[in-house]
Every structure is written in C-alpha cells, then in structure tokens.
C-alpha cells in the first residue's frame, strides 16, 4: 500500500468519524452543541422524561414578534395537558451562555422576562402564545424542550416516558404581522 | 435633531478611523514596498577564501565538452531564473502600490458618498466601494509578505475575518435586519455563505499574485481533493464554533454562519465520502501509480539525468527500443569507418 493511498484512507475515516459524530440527537456531552440542528418552522419532536429536545433557532436581535402554536387538534391538547400532571413541560428559549448552563445542570437566566411565560402547564390550556412585540437582546438563541431534565433523583419514582409534541413557531420583525394577516 | 447630530457625529468618527487606518496602511506598505539596505550599500566585505587553480588535461574529450555544455546550459538557467525573480519582485512592488492607491482612493469615495448621500443605494454603494477599497489594500500588503508556508496558512485566515468584517459593516450600514438561520429560505442561506465564505476567495484568486513558487497540479482524483477541502473546511468552523461556544467573546452572527457552514459542509461530505470511497475501490493501483508518479517527479528527474550522464550502457534495456538503443553506437562505428 502506497503513502497515497495510506492518505487517502486516512481522509475517509476521518470523514467517517465525522459524521458518525455529528449524527443528530447523539448524546455526547462534547458534541452538545455544534450536533444540534436549527429548528424548523414546524416539526414532530420526541421529549423523553427527565431529559430535553434542543435546536438551533439562530441570530435574534430587536423588536421581534413571536408566535408558538403546539398541536392543532383539541382532543390532542388535552390528552397533551392532561399527561403533564405534575411534572410540566417547560419551554425555553435560551442564549448561549444560558444553554451551555442549562446543559450542564446549572442555574440558568432568559433574555427575556417574558419568555418565562411559555411555559405548557394546566393553566395554559390554549397551548398557543403570541407576542406582538417582543425585545430582544442580540444574542444566539436556542429553543428547549425541557421535560425535567437532570430531576431523575429528585423523582419519586424515576419511570421514564416519551411524549410526541408537534410544535410550530415563528420569528418575524415586529412589523411584520401588521402588514400580513397571519 | 439630536438623534440625527448623533448619527453624523457617529459617521465622522468612522470617516476619521478609516482614513487613519488607511494612512497607517499605505506606509506600512512603503515600508514594505521599499528596498532592503542591504541592498543598497554595495560595500559589503566579501568572505574571501584563496585557492589555487590548476589546468588539467583532459582524460576524455567527448565526455568533457557534454559536462561543460551542460554546466553551461545549467549557469544559463539559473541566470535566467534569477532575472525572472528580480523582474517580479519589481513587478510585485508596483502592484502593491497600485493597489494601495486604488484602495485608498475607493475608500475616500466611498466614505464621501456614504457621508454625503443618505439614499439605501448610495449607502450601498458607498459600502461596496469601502470594502474593495479595504481588501485592495490589503492585497497590495500581501503582495510583499513571503511565501513561507505559515504565512500562507495565516493569510486567507486573516481574509476570512477581515472579509466577516466588513460584510458585517455593511450590513448595518445598509440596516439589514438579519433573520435567524431557521427562519432563512435556501436562497438567503446560499447568499450569506457566498458572501462570507466564497466571495474573498474568488476576489483573492481573480487579482493574480504573482507567486514565485510553481505551483505543481495534483493528479490526485477530483473527489480525493473535494474531500480533502472540505475536511480542512469542516475543521475550520468546528474550531471557531468550539472557541465561541467558550464564551469568551460574543458574535452570534458568526456563530451563526459558520454553523450553517458546518450543517452544509457535512451534507457535502456524505457525498464526497461516498464518491471517494468507490473510487478508491474501484482504482486503487492506477490511481495511486499516477500520484506516486507525480509526487517523486523531482526523483525521477533527477534518476533520468543521472543516467544520461552514466552513459546508455547502464540503462536498462526494457525501457528503450532496440533500434534506438544502438542507434548512437551505429553511429560512432560509421564515423570510426569513415575515419
């Protein structure tokens, strides 16, 4: 075998490993970033319990409108509410910095007060949230789907459960909306 | 009022910095630009080592008037080569000052034009015209840096940001809303990549650069070099994404781009990987004959002289045909017979 070929095996190893590792949903810790995919306008996600879904949402900056629908159909809303109980959904949209905390099972922050109120819960029935205006600071965003991520020990019984959530969610500039009947 | 006060002021300032910049920039590039002074004094002491030559009679004629032709042919070489070097660097010496001229003459009109003009267009326009004006200059200073290898490598780094940059000054000047990558359909996605990542390539590669090292074409297979790029690709925004995601500084812009760069480079390498895999079955021994062979061409040369200066007599037979391979000793035995 010559040094070219030596080469070029080598290249396409190396090209292997890379994509083994960057394989989405792969749960390494190093990877916990850069493996993450952006978000798409609509999707079906898996949320298994005690742990999260996190995608990329990208560059925010200013005055934005938001809008964050889950599932369509009503039965499925309830059946939705009704399987949280006591242990909520929490939906989040984090920076940087706050995501890598978060991963890390640290105290996180928001950017924003009012993304505390995403929040899926048995108050919250309409599982639809729409903000006009909304001010964001410039920063990378990440869009999470915590399901008690890192409480396994603080459960008092540590069955895990999957539950799929179609979600859809929109940024627009705040003007946006004025102009288009959404 | 006060807002708009603000905004001129804010807009003279930038003016002010860029001219400094570009003043700072013109005489480094006369620094540059200038002579060495060793080159200058021409007094310089020679190291002189004494020796005495003798004149020998030749053993063999023939043999001495090939060795001296080729000496000859050698010093000639040389001599030329040296010429070229010279006539280039002067050349290379004259560009970098056009370039800095058109650079900074780009840039004053620029900043004018953004200055005096408040249209979209004309901001624009006058953007556009500040960064040429930047990267001119900044190819009139790469012009007089070596060839080293490190500097070659450091570079198109330093172009990728400097590039990052002015994109990024432009896009606030012209008041473009940036819209989050999930939001982006493919066509803005392929925009900004162009811009980012494509753009100072293709100005870097149009404007010549007149290197004096040749550049050798590499025979290796065309999914071989793509996969080999897009490696060193996939390497390159892996390690700006792994230094952001530190914390220590804070561009989401570019964190952003270089993650779609990332998520693109990786779909490309599904295919290449794939394309190179078979082609690496299918042919391997050709293939890698055809590389060896390129890779030891200096060998080769080298071989082939050798041989010509040991004499026909040690080539091996199988290379050369049988009329030709006694050609020359026919020859030497109808002008032995004609003596």
């Known amino acids: 075998m010559t040094d070219s070929n030596w080469k070029r095996g080598g290249n396409i190893i190396i090209a292997l490993i890379i994509l083994v590792l960057t394989i989405p949903d792969l749960d390494m810790p190093y990877t916990k970033n850069y493996n993450l995919s952006f978000c798409s306008d609509s999707e079906v996600i898996e949320v298994e319990r005690f742990d999260f879904f996190a995608c990329e949402i990208g560059y925010l900056e200013g005055e934005m409108s938001l809008i964050l629908q889950l599932i369509s159909s009503e039965s499925e809303n309830w059946g939705l509410v009704d399987s949280f109980g006591d242990s909520p959904i929490n939906i989040l949209i984090l920076n940087q910095q706050n995501y890598n905390n978060f991963y890390d099972k640290e105290n996180y922050d928001v950017s924003n007060i009012e993304f505390l109120s995403l929040n899926i819960n048995e108050d919250n029935k309409d599982l639809s949230i729409n903000f006009p205006i909304i001010d964001i600071p410039s920063d990378y965003y990440f869009l999470v789907f915590d399901w008690e991520y890192g409480k396994e020990d603080e459960a008092d019984y540590a069955s895990t459960s999957t539950l799929d959530i179609s979600y859809y969610i929109q940024f627009r500039d705040s003007g946006y909306w004025e102009s288009r009947p959404y | ?339």
Not at chain 2, 253 to 278: C, D, H, N, P, W
């Open chain 2, 1 to 339: 009022m006060l807002v708009l006060l603000d905004s001129a002021n804010y807009l003279l300032e930038v003016y002010f910095w860029l001219i400094l910049g570009s003043i700072l920039l013109v005489t480094l590039t006369i620094i540059f630009a200038r002579p060495a002074p060793s080159q200058l004094n021409d007094n310089n002491e020679y190291d002189l080592k004494e020796g005495i030559v003798t004149e020998k009679a030749s053993d063999d004629h023939h043999a001495n008037t090939e060795r001296k032709e080729i000496d000859d042919k050698e010093l000639n070489k040389e001599e030329i080569e040296e010429e070229q070097e010279v006539l280039i660097q002067q050349a290379k010496k004259q560009w970098a000052l056009a370039f800095t001229i058109f650079g900074l003459s780009f840039m004053t009109v620029g900043s004018i034009v953004i200055y005096f003009f408040e249209y979209t267009f004309t901001t624009f326009f006058g953007s556009c015209m500040i960064y040429v004006g930047v990267m001119s200059i900044v190819k009139g200073m790469t012009l007089q840096l070596s060839e080293l290898g490190l500097v070659k490598k450091i570079v198109p780094i330093g172009i990728f940001f400097l590039n990052f940059g002015l994109i990024s000054l432009i896009l606030y000047l012209i008041e473009v809303d940036i819209q989050p990558w999930m939001m982006m359909d493919t066509g803005i996605r392929s925009s900004y990549l162009f811009v980012i990542y494509v753009l100072p390539y293709l100005i870097w590669t149009i404007v010549p650069s007149f290197n004096t090292t040749k550049e050798v074409k590499s025979t290796y297979p065309w999914a071989s070099i793509i996969l080999k790029n897009n490696l060193k690709f996939i390497l390159f925004n892996f390690i700006i994404i792994s230094i952001l995601n530190l914390n220590l500084i804070s561009l989401p812009f570019l964190r952003q781009v270089t993650k779609g760069a990332l998520e693109f480079s990786i779909y490309i390498l599904m295919i290449t990987v794939l394309l190179e895999t078979v082609a690496f079955i299918r042919k391997p021994k050709a293939t890698s004959n055809e590389i060896d062979q390129t890779e030891d061409l200096d060998a080769k040369i080298t071989t082939d002289y050798d041989r010509t200066e040991e004499g026909l007599a040690i080539r091996d037979f199988y290379e050369e045909e049988e009329n030709e391979y006694f050609s020359t000793e026919v020859i030497e035995q109808e002008e032995k017979n004609d003596r």
